[in-house]
C-alpha cells in the first residue's frame, strides 16, 4: 500500500522551498523559488503558489494528506496569519487561507521556522528519540523550538521556543525586538562579528568579516576573536539554563551557520553551561550539533503536518 | 455517590500540612505539624508519618483513591524522592516510598512545591480556565510551575517552572545556586531588603527590615524602597516575558509575601513587562495575584495526585 505524503513549504527571507514528504521523512519531490522579499505581497505570494503548481502538477500530489508550512516569523497559527520581518510586503498575510485553496482544502498546518527546525531535528535528527528537547538556530538571528513530552510544543501562536529574545541581560544593550541583552542581541553571527571588530579584531586580506572569519581568527589563537565566541557562547549556556529551569529538557541542539564555528562555539559553550546550568535536575544537559542541514525547514513542516493530524484522532482530556 | 478523595501532604521547611481533599478542591479534613528542620531525617519522617496517621484515622480515609505531595526542593519525581534545601536531614530521601508504604500502597505522585501552587491556582484560583500559564511564588525565594495545552507540566523529574534559577543578569551577582544574576537573587523578600539596607534605607522603631517593612516605605515614598522594588518588578518581568517567550502563556499569576505588597510590586512590573515583553504573541500577558493563600500547596498536592490517576487511563500517542 502506498503512504499518505505530506506537502511541505519553508518560507525564509531568501527562498521558497518546498517539497513532497512520505511518512519516513523522504523528499520525493523538491521545488524552489527565491523569496522577491522587497516586492509587495502578491508578488510574494506568486512565487510561493508556484511552488505549490510544480508540486500539485507530480502524480505523487494525489496521495498528500495534508500540508506544514514553516515561515520565518512571527507567525499566528491561531489566525493562520504571518508576518516575517524580512518580507514586508507580508503583514498579518492569511497564508494558510491562501494556500489553503490552492492545495483543495486539505488541513494545513502553520508553525514557525523555529518550530520546523526542531520538528525535524525530533522526527530525523540529533534529538530523535528525546522527549524533552531544545532545538536552536544560530545564524543571522537566534531561533529555536520545544519538543515537550515527546512532541513538538509550538504553542497556540506556533511561535514557542522564542530563545533568541530572552533577555539574559536586563541592563545589556538594546535589541531590535524592544527589549535588552537578548540571547540574539549577544550571539547572533553579526553580533560575534561585531563585538570582534568593536574590540580591534581585523579582517584578513579577503576582507571577510563574518562570524565565519572570526571563528578561523579563534581558531587560529586570536584572543579577540576567541572573546566574542566566548561571550556568545555564554550568552546561550544562560538561555539554555533558563530553558532547561523552566521546562526541564535533555538535550540541547544547534544548528545554523554560526554553529559550523564547531569547538570554536561548542567547547566555550558547554563550559558556560556548567556555570549556569547548576540545580541538580538541569546538570547534565547535552549539547550537541544539529544534523538536518538545509532540509530542515521541509521536513519539519512535514512533521508539523503529520503531528497535527494524529492529533485530530487522539482524545483530549 | 461518594467520591473518591486524595490525601494531600504539603512538605515545607516550617511545617508539614496534609489533608483529605474531594474531586471540587473542598478539604475535608486537615492535620499538620511543625517540621522538625533541623533535626535528623527519621525525625522529619516522624512529623510526616504523624501527619498521615491523623489523616487515616479518619472514616473518609477509606475513599482515598490517590495521594498527592508536593515538597520543597529539589524533588526527584523520576526516583520518588527529595532532597528539600531547607531540611537537611533529607538528601534523596525516598518519600514516595515510605509515604507509600504508610498509605496501603495507593498510587503516590511527588511534584514540587512551585508546581503544586500552579496546579492549585489552575484547579481553583486565578488560573482557573486557562490553557498556558505561569504561577509563582515570590516569598523568601521564588518558586514557580506551568500549566501548558491546559495541563500541569511538572516535567520529568517534577521541578518544571523553577523561574527563580534562570539568569537575567549574566554577569550579576553570584546567587546561593552557583549562578549569576538568578531571578530569586535580584526578587526575592530578602534581597529586596538587603538591597533598600544596601541603598540607605533604615527600618522604622520597631526595627522590621523584612521586604514587607520596605513596602511599607515604598507605599510612603521613600525613594529608596521604591528603587528596590522597581529592580526586583524589573527581574520578574524579564523572568515571565522569558517564560512567555519559550512556551507561549497568557497569564503569570503571582504569589507569596512579596506579592502581598500589592501594586508597589504589581505596578513597575506591569510597566517593566512592556519593557520586556515585547514580542506580537507575548505583549498581552495578564499578571495577576494568586488566590489561594496558605491552603495552595495541599489543594495542589491533590490536584496533582488527581491529574496523574486521569493520564493513566489515557492513552498516549
Redesign the interface.
Known sequence: MQTNLSAALDIGGTKIAGALVDDRGRLLVRATRPTPADQDGATVFGALAEVVAELAARPEWDRVAAVGIGSAG?V?ARHGTV?PVNIPGWRDFPVVAEVGALTGRRPVVLVGDGVAMTAAEHWQGAARGR??ALCMVVSTGVGGG?V??G?L?P???G?????G???????GDPCP????GCVERIASGPNIARRALERGWRPGPDGDASAAAVAAAARAGDPVARHSFERAA??LA?GI???A????I?IAVIGGGVAGAGEVLFAPLRRALR???????VRNIEVVPAQMGTDAGVVGAAAAAQQSC??AF????
Chains 1, 2 share one sequence.
Open positions: 512571527p499566528d508576518s522527549a524533552n520545544l515537550l513530552n512532541r510544543h504553542g497556540p501562536t511561535n514557542a521556543g522564542h530563545i529574545h530572552i533577555s539574559v541581560d536586563l541592563d525586538c524592544g527589549a535588552r555564554q550568552a544562560a539554563a533558563a530553558t529551569a523552566l521546562v526541564e535533555e556555570d549556569y546550568a547548576t540545580l541538580s535536575f494524529l492529533d487522539v482524545p483530549t482530556v
